[in-house]
């Protein structure tokens, strides 16, 4: 095959995503099937089926049990704030953006003392396998699914304090600044790192897309200088969220 020539399934997926694109084939409408795009293009069954598997993995289009393949209505996308500034408190961007009622945002959390798995206690500084306690969040925007969230904090700090559960007791949902503050912890600076990679099928479940599709994955810790007291894995569907940074200049 010379330099820079596509192979040919993804050729004729390129044709078939040019057509999804100008309202060809529109949203609920039927994909060729695999014998039309073969006599269409003059392409094998083996060719046919690799491109209809580019435009599923892309998200374009979605197989239905007995049925066939069709073209996915695409969702306009809505951005979830990562914001640097605080007009209310300490409560996280999500929450705070949340507020507003317009925007109708829910959410619900549930905590377990767990076991550090090597990577979190790697991102805490800790010892694999020690006490840490794991928060688990579902974000809702009008009532649809927006974000899930894991966070971990490690026991040696919480363990037998007030703000040992972050969604009970008298600090409840404040945030990690201000809880950590109640127990003389002064969090100053945190660290966020934003990547893509395909869904999984628990994670689909509850964002109510498909295994596969792709997410973007916020990986955030709180520190107190350089001392990590909380991280947390955030994932947002891409196909129907941006994260929008709205940072101060300092």
């Known amino acids: 095959m010379p330099f820079g020539e596509q192979p040919a399934y993804l050729r004729v997926a390129e044709d078939l995503r040019q057509q999804i694109a100008d309202g060809t084939l529109p949203p609920h409408t039927r994909l060729p099937s695999q014998a039309s795009i073969r006599a269409k293009y003059g392409v094998s069954d083996t060719v046919a089926l690799e491109a209809r598997k580019v435009l599923m993995a892309e998200g ?3 197989g239905r049990s007995g049925s066939g393949t069709y073209v996915r209505e695409q969702p306009v996308r809505r951005a979830i704030s990562r914001s640097g500034y605080r007009t209310l408190g300490d409560c996280s961007p999500f929450r705070q953006e949340q507020a507003d009622e317009r925007v109708r945002g829910t959410w619900e959390g549930d905590s377990e003392q767990a076991e550090a798995s090597p ?19 579902v974000f809702r925007v009008g009532g649809e699914p927006a974000m899930i969230s894991t966070s971990w904090e490690p026991l040696r700090l919480t363990g037998r304090t007030p703000v040992m559960l972050p969604e009970q007791g008298p600090l409840a949902g404040r945030g990690v600044v201000e809880r950590m503050a ?32 792709s997410v973007l994955v916020i990986s955030r810790t709180y520190r107190a200088g350089s001392l990590p007291v909380e991280t947390a894995d955030v994932v947002v569907p891409a196909d129907r969220f941006s994260v929008a940074y709205h940072l101060p200049v300092r």
């Not at 990577?119 to 396998?129: F, G, K």
């Not at 003389?184 to 599709?213: F, M, Q, T, Y």
């Open 119 to 137: 990577a979190i206690a790697e991102r805490l500084r800790i010892e694999p396998r020690e006490a840490v306690m794991c928060t688990r969040y």
């Open 182 to 213: 109640a127990i003389d912890i002064v969090v100053d600076n945190v660290a966020e790192e934003v990547g893509a990679r395909p869904a999984l099928a628990a994670e689909a479940r509850v964002l109510g897309g498909l295994a596969g599709h």
């Open 60 to 62: 374009l289009v979605e």
